[in-house]
């Protein structure tokens, strides 16, 4: 561990807490929960402060402890917990027999964003109720003063319309929306350090952006100290200015946010950073400076960059796009996918009308080839892939797939039968798309007996090549889905989806319910495999990092067309819609001296006026 | 909101004549004489019988008995019984008693079903959830007729805490007893649907934010986990008062209770046509608008849900 006490000094007007001196302090915090009667740890010894106006992030995969040891600040871990050490805030001890009473600290001093603002907010009361509530408790005022204090929060979190905000049930609000009308209920009552667990996860990347912005502005308003819980070390860059790494419930380094990412010390850390996808440093055609792009793309100045600079990487990138065309420009052969003017709708149910989620697409994947479909929630990005596996009719247009045209096959039809064992299909979340009640094995080998390809000896033999090629031990083979962990079983539905030797697989964001590093070892994983056995794929991903690193060409979509497409050279070097910009500003760099400049481009983006 | 609830109450009407239709169909088909049964071992004269017949349309084809039927009832005259009283009487004797009986039956159930349920979920695991867990299941498991003779004897005969018979005079008071062994049995499954409701309510997210907003743990009980909790609830509640009005045949029989499931009872036998539809029409239209209520409070409760 290394010594914190060099933290960067921050401009702060407190007169609240003088800076420097911790609004928290932790000291051999351990945290324990009780399986069987064993004591498992979740949290070993950690020590770490946080000063007033300083944000702290604290990092770390899942199970690492990150989230566990912050909820036991203020008691929220379930009963068969157990919490032992120091926790001070401004002097206050909050554990053990001398702690003060939890419950006037909890949203009073210390308050909680969650990660998930669909469930974080209860259903059944309007947002304003829930912020009322808050403030009531912890004030003695009257409901009309509560109310005029809550209307402020939700305008001070910049809700575009705060009265229709406080009258609106959580529901009624987008996710974003949800999430500002978090941090108002947080932030009500002045406290003097906010947790913020997973605050952007759920979020669209250009919602992550705003939040992001938005953080960033109350921190330095309020003066509130923050500690920031994250796996995001893109948001990490955007915001923190001193980071804590955690693994298996140890801190293995502390240090300035420059410090961890200019010169991580921690093998760890090492390892963290250098698997989080880097947009721009996806494939090996060279690294994208999208910073520089975007400039030229958007004529755009920086205050933070030298012009020269600016101007140099403008050249380098033109060169690159130049000579990436080139090699872009030759033939390919007929289209395994091939939309032309495709609508895609939910048809009606009952009295809900048909949905048209997709609008006028055209695009087309050749043999061999990655296409990248990228887009926000709603965008309609799932809804082509499962058009393309034939589970969504086709409302308008040709749809061609592996050459043969399904726009109007009947579903569940013997054409869409048949033509499903060309096609094969990975998940997105793995727990669910595998069966738990079938070994893995069987789970693999389905498609293949069901297509009568193999039986018998021959089909286990498959199966154990099948397992090879995804990397798993042949002995997982008569192992059941909840023995796995998560990348594993992602890899039996790589496996499960190769297994009758696909023309085209459709790749539904199967590496977002992952931890980075083993997102990191699947996408490696399904490159070779794409390379070796030359599958065309359509890789639908909200990520754009994630698209870089596979992706040949990149299609952008927006609410419900696509807005862009060309390859992944034409879209990073040269985004011509606004909307693919603004995208590409909003992906935070997990680097805080280029994200400082990418930050600048975004304002400057979003200060033109572009939507 | 005004238009569902008319789109609604118009669901009545087919409901209400698919229903009738069956049940009088059902009524026709069944084999015997309703009229020759009506005087047992004696042989009544032949002119006796066809007035009696002609009284109550027998001697018409099935269309025009239920046609007439329709008629009556749009005017309001449901005529008289085979033991000449009039049906509209008795409906109004033994649709309140009844009622009384239901209403009981549906306060215990859910007071003691919901705060056993509440609690036996807030203490999941201790000593109390387990013992609930398994008293409830015994009620379910013990058939109410075994229930019903057991209470009457201790608590009417032995103890003397109640009357063990009602009889003719069904008031709150008399039919406590009945009401307990009526109510006991769905007070189970409410007690075990709000105990799992509220056990997965209690690790929610938004009750984490309750508690991390630094409210009482009663309040993040009553104001967050509870109302939330309630929803399958009150489904369940809803659907069974319709059932409770239907009578109970087995509990009004052991307490002699003179209300609909006796009655009805009575009058399927003896194949009184004109009663047994007059009953079930009336029971039609309490299920319709005792559904209708469920969802205008499930409506209430859960605000995701709105009508149009």
């Known amino acids: 561990m290394t010594d914190n006490s060099g933290a960067i000094p921050l401009e702060t007007e407190s007169d609240k807490t003088a800076p420097g001196t911790p609004v928290l302090e932790v000291r051999d915090l351990s945290v324990d929960f009780g399986v069987e009667k064993k004591w498992v740890p979740a949290a070993i010894g950690l020590n770490y402060e946080v000063r007033a106006g300083e944000v702290l992030a604290i990092v770390g995969e899942s199970g690492s402890g990150k989230s566990a040891s912050s909820m036991a600040l203020l008691g929220l871990l379930p009963s068969n917990s157990r919490v032992r050490g120091s926790v001070k805030l401004s002097g206050k001890e909050l554990i053990g027999p001398d702690a003060t009473r939890i419950r006037e600290v909890r949203g009073k001093d210390v308050a909680v964003i969650f990660q998930e603002p669909m469930t974080a907010l209860n259903p059944v009361y309007t947002v304003g109720a829930q912020i009322v509530e808050t403030l009531r408790l912890h004030n003695e005022i009257s409901p009309d003063e509560a109310k005029k204090r809550a209307l402020h929060m939700l305008d001070l979190v910049e809700l575009p319309d705060p009265e229709k905000a406080f009258k609106s049930y959580p529901h009624q609000l987008s996710g974003g929306q949800r999430q500002r009308a978090m941090i108002a209920q947080s932030l009500s009552c002045d406290p003097k350090l906010l947790i913020a667990d997973e605050p952007t996860t759920a979020l669209d990347v250009t919602v992550q952006a705003e939040i992001l912005d938005l953080m960033r502005h109350l921190r330095n308003k309020l003066d509130s100290a923050i500690i920031l819980i994250t796996h995001d070390m893109g948001v990490v860059a955007d915001l923190a200015d001193r980071i804590a790494v955690m693994r298996k419930g140890v801190i293995v380094e502390t240090g300035t946010a420059q410090q961890i990412f200019s010169n991580p010390q921690h093998e760890y850390t090492q390892a963290l950073l250098a698997a989080v996808p880097h947009l721009g440093q996806g494939a090996d055609s060279g690294d994208v400076d999208v910073t520089a792009a975007l400039a030229a793309a958007t004529h755009t100045e920086l205050e933070s960059v030298d012009p020269d600079e600016l101007a140099r990487r403008e050249r380098e990138n033109q060169e690159a796009l130049k000579a990436a065309a080139e090699e872009a420009a030759k033939p390919k052969g007929e289209p395994v996918l091939e939309l032309t003017d495709v609508a895609i709708e939910y048809p009606k149910q009952g009295r809900v009308p048909a949905f048209r989620a997709v609008e006028g697409a055209n695009l087309v994947i050749h043999p061999g080839e990655v296409l990248g479909l990228v887009g926000e929630s709603g965008s309609g990005k799932t809804t082509i892939g499962r058009a393309a596996v034939g589970l969504l009719?086709?409302?308008?247009?040709?749809?061609?797939?592996?050459?043969?045209?399904?726009?109007?096959?009947?579903?569940?039809?013997?054409?869409?039968?048949?033509?499903?064992?060309?096609?094969?299909?990975?998940?997105?979340?793995?727990?669910?798309?595998?069966?738990?009640?079938?070994?893995i094995g069987e789970s693999i080998g389905e498609p293949m007996f069901l297509a009568g390809v193999a039986k018998g000896a021959e089909l286990q033999n498959r199966i154990e090549k099948l397992l090879d090629q995804v990397e798993l031990p042949r002995g997982y083979r008569n192992r059941y889905p909840h023995e796995l962990s998560g990348g594993q079983k992602q890899r039996v539905g790589i496996a499960r989806a190769l297994s009758l030797q696909p023309k085209l697989m459709v790749a539904d964001e199967p590496t977002s319910a992952l931890d980075v590093s083993v997102q990191a070892k699947v996408l490696e994983l399904f490159q070779?495999?794409?390379?070796?056995?030359?599958?065309?794929c359509l890789f639908v991903t909200h990520d754009l990092a994630v698209v870089d690193v596979l992706a040949d060409r990149i299609c952008v979509m927006q609410r419900g067309r696509i807005v862009e497409q060309g390859t992944r050279d034409q879209i990073l070097r040269n985004p011509q819609e606004p909307y693919t910009q603004r995208l590409l500003a909003a992906v935070p760099l997990p680097d805080p001296e280029k994200q400082r400049e990418r930050r600048e481009l975004r304002a400057q983006l979003m200060a033109a006026g572009i939507e | 909101m005004i238009r569902y609830i008319i789109r609604r109450l118009l669901q009545v009407i087919p409901v209400f004549l698919g229903t009738t239709l069956l049940v009088y169909y059902m009524v026709f088909a069944l084999p015997g004489d309703p009229i020759a049964a009506l005087f047992g071992e004696r042989q009544p004269p032949q002119s006796v019988i066809d007035a009696l017949r002609s009284q109550y349309n027998l001697d018409q084809p099935f269309w025009v008995q239920y046609g007439l039927f329709l008629k009556n009832l749009f005017t309001f005259n449901l005529g008289v019984d085979f033991t000449q009283q009039p049906i509209a009487a008795t409906l109004a004797r033994i649709f309140p008693v009844t009622a009384m009986l239901a209403i009981?039956?549906?306060?215990?159930?859910?007071?003691?079903?919901?705060?056993?349920?509440?609690?036996?979920?807030?203490?999941?695991?201790?000593?109390?959830d387990s013992t609930v867990l398994v008293a409830s299941l015994v009620v379910i498991a013990v058939p109410t007729f075994v229930l019903g003779f057991v209470f009457q004897l201790i608590f009417g005969v032995q103890l003397g805490w109640a009357?063990?018979?009602?009889?003719?005079?069904?008031?709150?008071?008399?039919?406590?007893?009945?009401?307990?062994?009526?109510?006991?049995?769905?007070?189970?499954?409410?007690l075990r649907l709000t105990r799992t409701s509220v056990i997965e309510n209690m690790n929610a997210d938004y009750v984490r934010t309750a508690t991390a907003k630094g409210l009482s743990r009663p309040r993040v009980v009553l104001a967050h986990i509870l109302r939330n909790s309630m929803i399958p609830v009150v489904t369940y509640l809803g659907a069974n008062l319709g059932g409770l009005m239907g009578g109970a045949i087995v509990t009004e029989g052991i307490f002699n209770v003179p209300g609909v499931g006796n009655?009805?009872?009575q009058a399927v036998q003896r194949g009184e046509g004109p009663?047994?539809?007059?009953?079930?029409s009336v029971l039609v239209l309490v299920f319709v608008v005792a559904n209708l209520?469920?969802?205008?409070?499930y409506a209430w409760l859960d605000p995701r849900i709105r009508y149009e």
């Open chain 2, 293 to 297: 209520l469920v969802d205008l409070l």
């Open chain 2, 104 to 128: 009981e039956a549906l306060i215990i159930q859910a007071v003691f079903g919901v705060l056993f349920g509440v609690f036996a979920g807030l203490r999941k695991g201790k000593l109390f």
């Open chain 2, 163 to 190: 009357k063990p018979t009602v009889g003719a005079n069904a008031d709150w008071g008399n039919l406590i007893l009945p009401a307990v062994v009526l109510g006991l049995v769905s007070f189970a499954y409410v």
């Open chain 1, 393 to 439: 009719p086709v409302a308008a247009g040709t749809m061609r797939v592996v050459g043969q045209d399904i726009s109007a096959a009947k579903r569940n039809g013997k054409q869409l039968h048949k033509l499903r064992r060309d096609i094969g299909m990975v998940f997105q979340d793995p727990s669910s798309s595998l069966n738990p009640r079938l070994p």
């Open chain 2, 263 to 265: 009655k009805l009872f």
């Open chain 1, 528 to 536: 070779n495999l794409q390379r070796e056995l030359g599958f065309a």
């Open chain 2, 275 to 280: 009663t047994v539809v007059a009953i079930v």
